[in-house]
């Protein structure tokens, strides 16, 4: 393990933060009110998790009740042992059973809008209970059992949460392929998970154009013999190839067929679903959630971190439900939590960037939650773009994915705040099923760049290598010491790598790969991947800190930061920089890196002084928006690239970096 990451420079940044208590108006109808009421929440849940579980678990359904609420063999968890429930139920029947029928789970949008006029689908627990109902007995049909992995690999239509949803009510776990990914990918899962179905669509809409999902599904099939059965939902109407005996449309599938299909009993530990991570670095790895702990945490979650209340809210969360964003806070968390839940389906700046806004004027969205990615997106489209529509319905404004710059945090709190939304920056991983640190919006003062304290059950600490708790404000490695209902239950098929990668870098302790520091108000500061911290002349620098302050001055729109071989410090500070408006030529070009090198040292102090600045249009990202650092570590050491690059969004980006190097 390397060293534990330290951050002097972090602290004048601190300085400066600014703190926002809970609006007054919002902490007086929130399940959680005050700071004092979260720590004696938050020290019970520790001190008896047993009881706080307990108590959480008996609101949902379950069809037999369970022994024991945990059984701890580190690292294997059993969460409400012996209990029997099904997620499904849980999404859709109870809300039917308590009257709630007719009311909306799930509002869809469209991306196309023909004339101008968007095209909006509703559909309420009935609706998906008939519509989840005949779909699961499709998959019977098909000969899908208990246990057997389908994949899905569709865009964002209500058919995929439809899909999902029938899988859990019959218990087949569901290994969704985010729509954006290629054949290789799609590939390597099937075979990885030994999955003999695929579920997707002839297209999806992305930008007015249709994504050709069947055809990559039908190249990912020319490479492997595994699947039997593909079953295609028709969104796009462009052409595919239908292959005899193995390809089915989902319509004729579904005709005459019976809505009623009971939900299956799935034991606590049932495998839910697999899904494989992102992965910035190495082969993506199937995380393993199951059935009872994931269920309970991601309702406790949903209704906590987004204050939820039944009949109040309607929630939109942008994300891709490829992702386990989607998985937990678009579908699993927030139906058990009787909230409609606004999928939509394509992107942001279509047909303008005004979209999301149009989408949260229009719907009413009480509560967004999005990706510092995104915002920072919107901030470089202008804000012209928000002031056109009314946002006053929202009351609560949400992030994930990574660290939000303090400037990206001020303009989502003010631009589309309206300094009134508490803004909650939840911090957790594909690993974790659930948000674990985040603030309770009724009770914590936030500060931007912080996500603040854990959630109830995690016991969240920053460390170093031997387990001890780092002081105030010093960087360590973030480790959970507790074991949590939705943690991952493994590494599909490969137990080795599951110990190797979580439970082997700080004996006893979870280890997420995150380095963080705790600050002297309790709250956590995330400072990127531990792999992304940088030893300039022997200090610990978070390259998140160096792209912050970048990111301050008024001309940068996005930076990326990494270390490269330095003759003289041993690692210098290269700086990637995409600028708003027009990028400088010649002298001006040269005096323009002068001024944003000494703007970084004004922020942060000379050591953090990037000695390298390159302009560039974009920057590599993973799909999921998280710039892919270790390729532009050989680009700024001039290396020629030879890694993996296929969960890169777009190649070409690093080829035209590499042409310029
Ligand atoms: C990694 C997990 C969890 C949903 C999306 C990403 C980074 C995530 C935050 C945040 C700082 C964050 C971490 C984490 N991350 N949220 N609020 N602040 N960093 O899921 O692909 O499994 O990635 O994303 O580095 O370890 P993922």
């Keep these: 393990m390397s060293q534990p990451p330290l951050s002097d420079a972090m602290e004048s940044v601190l300085a400066e933060s600014r703190r926002f208590p809970p609006p007054p108006e919002f902490a007086q109808q929130a399940h959680v009110q005050t700071m004092e009421q979260y720590e004696a929440m938050h020290r019970r849940s520790i001190a008896e998790p047993e009881v ?24 294997d968890a059993k969460w409400f042992v012996g209990g029997k429930t099904n997620l499904c139920y849980n999404c ?14 799930i509002i869809w949008e469209a991306e196309p809008m023909p004339d101008g006029k968007p095209e909006v689908v509703r559909l309420t627990y009935n609706d998906l209970r008939r519509e989840v109902g005949v779909f699961a007995n499709v998959l019977k049909n098909l000969g899908v059992k208990k246990g057997d992995v389908v994949t899905i690999y569709m865009g964002m239509v209500p058919q995929l949460a439809i899909a999902m949803l029938a899988c859990a009510r019959i218990g087949a776990p569901h290994s969704i392929i985010f729509g954006g990914f290629s054949a290789s990918a799609i590939k390597d899962r099937v075979e990885d998970g030994q999955s003999k179905i695929i579920l997707t669509c002839d297209g999806s809409w992305r930008r007015g154009k249709a994504v050709p999902l069947k055809a990559n599904v039908d190249e990912a099939l020319t490479m492997t013999d595994l699947v039997e059965t593909v079953v295609v939902y028709q969104r796009c109407g462009n ?16 005709q005459g067929v019976s809505d009623d299909c009971p939900a299956e009993p799935m034991d606590s530990e049932d495998l839910l679903f697999i899904l494989y991570t ?53 579908i699993y968390g927030l139906l058990p939590n009787r909230t409609p839940t606004l999928m939509y389906e394509g992107a942001p700046d279509c047909p303008d960037c005004s979209r999301f806004w ?44 990574e660290p939000i710059n303090p400037e990206a945090w001020m303009w989502y709190h003010t631009t589309i705040g309206a300094e009134r939304c508490p803004i909650v920056d939840t911090w957790w991983q594909t690993e974790t099923g659930g948000h674990m640190l985040t603030p309770v919006p009724g009770a914590t003062t936030t500060t931007p760049g912080s996500c603040t304290r854990p959630f109830f059950g995690i016991d ?22 507790k074991p949590w209902p939705s943690m991952l239950r493994g590494i599909y098929g490969n137990r080795q790598r599951f110990i190797d990668t979580y ?7 979870y280890t997420a790969g995150d380095g963080a520091r705790v600050d002297e108000h309790g709250n956590f500061w995330i400072m990127g991947r531990i792999d992304d911290v940088i030893v300039v002349a022997g200090h610990n620098l978070g390259t998140m800190e160096v792209e912050s302050a ?14 490269f071989p330095h003759e003289i410090k041993g690692t210098g500070i290269a700086s990637f920089v995409i600028l708003k408006g027009e990028v400088p030529a010649g002298d001006d070009a040269e005096a323009f890196k002068q001024e944003l090198a000494t703007h970084v040292a004004k922020e942060l102090g000379p050591i953090s002084k990037p000695d390298l600045i390159r302009f560039t249009e974009a920057l590599p990202k993973t799909r999921s928006g998280k710039i892919m650092r270790r390729l532009l570590r050989d680009i700024a050491a001039g290396k020629q690239i030879q890694q993996d690059t296929t969960t890169l969004e777009d190649r070409g980006i690093v080829d035209k970096l590499q042409a310029h190097a």
């Design 460 to 481: 969240a600490a920053v460390v170093n290598s031997e387990g001890e708790a780092m002081p105030t404000n010093a960087g360590g490695i973030l480790v959970i010491r």
């Design 503 to 509: 439970w082997s870098k700080v004996e006893g302790f």
């Design 52 to 75: 706080f579980w307990d108590e959480t678990a008996r609101q949902l359904h379950w069809f037999e009740p369970w022994g024991k609420v945990l059984e701890w063999n580190l690292p």
């Design 92 to 105: 859709i029947d109870r809300q039917i059973d308590a009257g709630h029928g007719d009311e909306a789970a």
């Design 550 to 563: 970048l990111v301050s001055h008024p001309r940068v729109a996005e930076a990326a930061v990494v270390g």
């Design 358 to 401: 149009d989408i949260v004027e229009r719907h009413r969205v009480t509560k967004f939650y999005t990706a510092p990615t995104a915002i920072r997106a919107f901030m470089k489209w202008g804000d012209e773009f928000v002031k056109k529509h009314d946002l006053s319905s929202l009351k609560l404004l949400g992030t994930v994915g």
């Design 239 to 254: 052409e595919v190839d239908m292959v005899d005996g193995r390809d089915h449309w989902w319509h004729d599938l579904a």
């Design 278 to 330: 992102s992965g910035s670095t190495g082969k993506p790895k199937g995380i393993m959630h199951t059935t009872g702990g994931y269920m309970v945490y991601t309702y406790l979650t949903s209704k906590i971190s987004f204050d939820l209340k039944p009949g109040e809210d309607v929630y939109w969360c942008t994300a891709d439900i490829g992702w386990i964003t989607g998985h937990s806070y678009i």
